[in-house]
Nanobody, 123 residues
Framework: VQLQASGGGLVQAGESLRVSCAAS????????MAWFRQAPGKEREFVAA????????YYADSVKGRFTISRDNAKNMVYLDMNSLKPEDTAVYYC?????????????????WGQGTLVTVSS
């Protein structure tokens, strides 16, 4: 499956933003999907994941209660709704997927990646 993230931009602290990930390929609906982010000078870190059926999700502690991951298998889309944004949320956001692994948080656990979209939160 090929992935393409979009929707990044510049927002002020406290505002909301949705980033999207478009997937191509007939097998998307069988992929567990995730969002990662990478801030300048830092390692890529896990943000959120959603199972292939959308029945299960899990989040990094740093975004729990503020971010929501969702998907629409009919449209081959994954979304990340980000509320109450903070300057420390500034990063390039990447979507990733894997057909078999679930419950993992390391970038190496996901086999498919899209190019990222930059989210900048000003204070």
């Amino acid at each position: 499956v090929q992935l393409q993230a979009s929707g990044g931009g510049l927002v002020q602290a406290g505002e909301s933003l949705r980033v999207s990930c478009a997937a191509s390929g007939r097998t998307f609906s069988s992929y567990n999907m995730a969002w990662f982010r990478q801030a300048p000078g830092k390692e890529r870190e896990f943000v959120a994941a959603i199972s292939w059926s959308a029945s299960s999700t899990y989040y990094a502690d740093s975004v729990k209660g503020r971010f929501t991951i969702s998907r629409d298998n009919a449209k081959n889309m994954v979304y990340l709704d980000m509320n109450s944004l903070k300057p420390e949320d500034t990063a390039v956001y990447y979507c990733a997927g894997d057909p078999t692994r679930w419950g993992f948080r390391r970038p190496g656990d996901f086999g498919s990646w899209g190019q990222g979209t930059l989210v900048t939160v000003s204070s």
